[in-house]
């Protein structure tokens, strides 16, 4: 017999698997369960964008792409950056186009990352990062985010987290799970402590067209700490078309950033990947650059607006302290009232009221005391969830 557990990488054995799935995969076996575990658009992909894809196939455009991405598809996501971030970049050579913002993710951390670097993590954050520092040979080090800040990456935090071996910060924002949203003046404190050093800025800004307005205009506009003085030059920005344009199963994203940076990027791609789904890219091209699908896209967005709004009144009334999610489509709702941790809350709420939900601990240790509920999903898929969790609620006191 052979012993696969000598066989296989010490690495790769070190890593658990994703929290969100365990619940989802739960939920799966399960009849009459509603979940609220994954962060996927219950809306369609819009018409204009499926359109594109089925004439793309009909008229037989199914080769390789080049390994960068389709020429009219980095040169639509160069002007998408630069009306939404006011971020110019090349489309020649400062983009990549890749198998969604995953990849795009992956292939950053280990262009930049040698065995022992350190990488900044703030948490709660979503799940991918820590166990995609370590593969690449560096460590992860988390930065902890406080409700008090409202899950903000603070300076203090930050200045006490760099060493000289840290090599890059990653900036989750708008946030998975939270929902915190960094602004501008936010951002530029972040920005003189990286001024000047050689860290670089990983952002992920998949969720930039999902901000909302609660607190003041300029919450409308996400912003980008690549588009501040001196940043442009050491920022990684990582982007796709999952969230915004409802096309999770697309799989498709992109890296942008420094030409000497994005050089390396491609190797890796080049060989991991050679390139993105050919139809995907022709999509992608009519989701960027379409008046149509900008209307579908600004009518999501007041959609997911909504149900946030639902979704927060609706656990402060039942006695759960919700912070006001800025961004995304997620609330974090504190259950430390209740008496039970985050996995055992999600565990009897899904066995007694057939409710799924992820603990708070999916995303790092400091999510203890907190669940993440998606609000991707119909109003009434929402308020049914919630009179179980209510009568959940009740039953455990």
Same mark, same amino acid.
């Given at each position: 017999?052979?012993?696969?557990?000598k066989?296989?990488?010490?690495?790769?054995?070190? /890593?658990?698997?994703?929290? /969100?799935?365990?619940?989802?995969?739960?939920?799966? *076996?399960?009849?009459?369960?509603?979940?609220?575990?994954?962060?996927e658009?219950?809306?369609?992909?819009?018409?204009?964008?499926?359109?594109?894809?089925?004439?793309?196939?009909? +008229?037989?455009?199914?080769?390789?792409?080049?390994?960068?991405?389709?020429?009219?598809?980095?040169?639509?996501?160069?002007?998408?950056?630069?009306?939404?971030?006011?971020?110019?970049?090349?489309?020649?050579?400062?983009?990549?186009?890749?198998?969604?913002?995953?990849?795009?993710?992956?292939?950053?951390?280990? $262009?930049?990352?040698?065995?022992?670097d350190?990488?900044?993590?703030?948490?709660?954050?979503?799940?991918?990062?820590?166990?995609?520092?370590?593969?690449?040979? &560096?460590?992860?080090?988390p930065?902890?985010?406080?409700?008090?800040?409202?899950?903000?990456?603070?300076?203090? !935090?930050?200045?006490?987290?760099? *060493?000289?071996?840290?090599?890059?910060?990653?900036?989750?924002?708008?946030? #998975?799970?939270?929902? $915190?949203?960094?602004?501008?003046d936010?951002? =530029? =404190?972040?920005?003189?402590?990286?001024?000047g050093?050689?860290?670089?800025a990983?952002?992920?800004?998949?969720?930039?067209?999902? *901000?909302?307005?609660?607190?003041?205009?300029d919450?409308?506009?996400?912003v980008?700490?690549?588009?501040?003085?001196?940043?442009?030059?050491?920022?990684?920005? /990582?982007?796709?078309?999952?969230?915004?344009f409802?096309?999770? %199963?697309?799989?498709?994203?992109?890296? !942008? &950033?420094?030409?000497?940076?994005?050089?390396?990027?491609?190797?890796?791609?080049?060989?991991?990947?050679?390139?993105?789904?050919?139809?995907?890219?022709?999509?992608? /091209? +009519? !989701?960027?650059?379409?008046?149509?699908?900008?209307?579908?896209?600004?009518?999501?967005?007041n959609?997911?607006?909504m149900?946030?709004?639902?979704?927060v009144?609706?656990? #402060?009334?039942? %006695?759960?302290?919700?912070? #006001?999610?800025? &961004?995304?489509?997620?609330?974090?709702p504190? @259950?430390?009232?209740?008496?039970?941790?985050?996995?055992?809350?999600?565990?009897?709420?899904?066995?007694?009221?057939?409710? !799924?939900?992820?603990?708070?601990t999916?995303?790092?240790?400091?999510?203890?005391?907190?669940?993440?509920?998606?609000?991707a999903?119909?109003?009434?898929?929402?308020?049914?969830?919630?009179?179980?969790? =209510?009568?959940?609620?009740?039953? @455990?006191?």
């Amino acid at each position: 017999m052979i012993n696969y557990d000598k066989i296989l990488s010490e690495k790769v054995k070190s /890593i658990q698997f994703s929290g /969100i799935r365990k619940f989802f995969d739960i939920a799966a *076996t399960m009849d009459n369960v509603i979940s609220l575990s994954v962060g996927e658009p219950d809306f369609k992909t819009p018409w204009a964008i499926r359109r594109k894809a089925i004439l793309s196939l009909e +008229t037989g455009h199914t080769r390789y792409s080049s390994n960068s991405g389709m020429v009219e598809l980095r040169v639509e996501a160069c002007k998408y950056m630069q009306n939404l971030l006011g971020v110019s970049y090349d489309p020649n050579n400062e983009i990549v186009v890749t198998v969604g913002g995953s990849e795009a993710i992956d292939i950053a951390i280990r $262009a930049l990352v040698n065995d022992g670097d350190e990488v900044l993590v703030p948490e709660p954050s979503f799940v991918c990062y820590a166990p995609l520092v370590e593969l690449a040979g &560096g460590v992860a080090v988390p930065i902890i985010t406080k409700v008090e800040d409202n899950f903000k990456l603070t300076p203090k !935090a930050l200045k006490a987290a760099i *060493t000289p071996k840290t090599k890059a910060l990653i900036l989750p924002f708008p946030n #998975n799970p939270t929902g $915190a949203v960094m602004r501008r003046d936010e951002l =530029e =404190e972040i920005a003189e402590i990286l001024r000047g050093t050689e860290i670089m800025a990983i952002s992920d800004e998949i969720y930039a067209e999902l *901000t909302y307005s609660d607190g003041g205009e300029d919450l409308k506009k996400h912003v980008s700490i690549a588009s501040l003085d001196g940043m442009r030059e050491r920022t990684i920005l /990582i982007n796709g078309f999952s969230k915004a344009f409802a096309m999770t %199963g697309w799989r498709l994203g992109w890296v !942008a &950033g420094p030409e000497p940076i994005l050089t390396q990027i491609l190797k890796i791609h080049q060989y991991a990947i050679m390139c993105s789904p050919t139809t995907s890219q022709y999509a992608a /091209i +009519t !989701a960027l650059s379409s008046p149509e699908v900008r209307r579908d896209v600004d009518y999501m967005v007041n959609e997911y607006d909504m149900r946030r709004r639902l979704c927060v009144k609706s656990f #402060n009334d039942m %006695g759960l302290n919700c912070f #006001n999610p800025e &961004g995304a489509f997620y609330v974090f709702p504190c @259950i430390k009232s209740t008496g039970l941790t985050s996995e055992e809350f999600c565990e009897r709420l899904i066995k007694s009221k057939r409710v !799924a939900v992820v603990p708070g601990t999916a995303f790092g240790k400091s999510g203890e005391g907190f669940v993440r509920v998606s609000y991707a999903y119909s109003l009434k898929h929402l308020t049914d969830a919630f009179a179980r969790i =209510e009568e959940f609620l009740r039953e @455990i006191k």
